[in-house]
């Protein structure tokens, strides 16, 4: 199983980026994908979760009306679209996948198996 994920950099507060995570190796149709987030010196923390028919989506408080998860399932591919961005956004973003994800989302690590390398967001003020 792969995810990679691609789309982090540098931005400006109150900029746009879209991350994209491409999913590999995994019985499609069967998986839930996950955002999460690591900022400096904190505790990985659930962003944005999608079961893979899209039809169902959680995201977290902090960034609700601000970020959008979806997914396009010809290219097995998750986004991010990020708008709005905060200085406290800043963090490492990483993609998982979890099995049974295709009724529900979920919000805890511990139910995703497999994860991203993570790509770097950096907000500036």
């Known amino acids: 199983v792969q995810l990679v994920e691609s789309g982090g950099g540098l931005v400006q507060a109150g900029g746009s980026l879209r991350l994209s995570c491409a999913v590999s190796?995994?019985?499609?149709?069967?998986?839930?994908l996950g955002w999460f987030r690591q900022p400096p010196g904190k505790e990985r923390e659930f962003v944005a979760a999608?079961?893979?028919?899209?039809?169902?989506?959680d995201s977290a408080d902090s960034v609700k009306g601000r970020f959008t998860i979806s997914i396009d399932n010809a290219k097995n591919t998750v986004y991010l679209q990020m708008n709005s961005l905060k200085p406290e956004d800043t963090a490492v973003y990483y993609c998982?996948?979890?099995?049974?994800?295709?009724?529900?989302?979920?919000?805890?690590?511990?139910?995703?198996?497999?994860w991203g390398q993570g790509t770097q967001v950096t907000v500036s003020s």
């Open positions: 998982a996948a979890r099995p049974g994800g295709t009724l529900r989302v979920s919000r805890w690590e511990f139910e995703y198996d497999y």
């Open positions: 190796g995994v019985t499609f149709g069967t998986y839930g």
């Open positions: 999608i079961t893979w028919s899209g039809g169902r989506t």
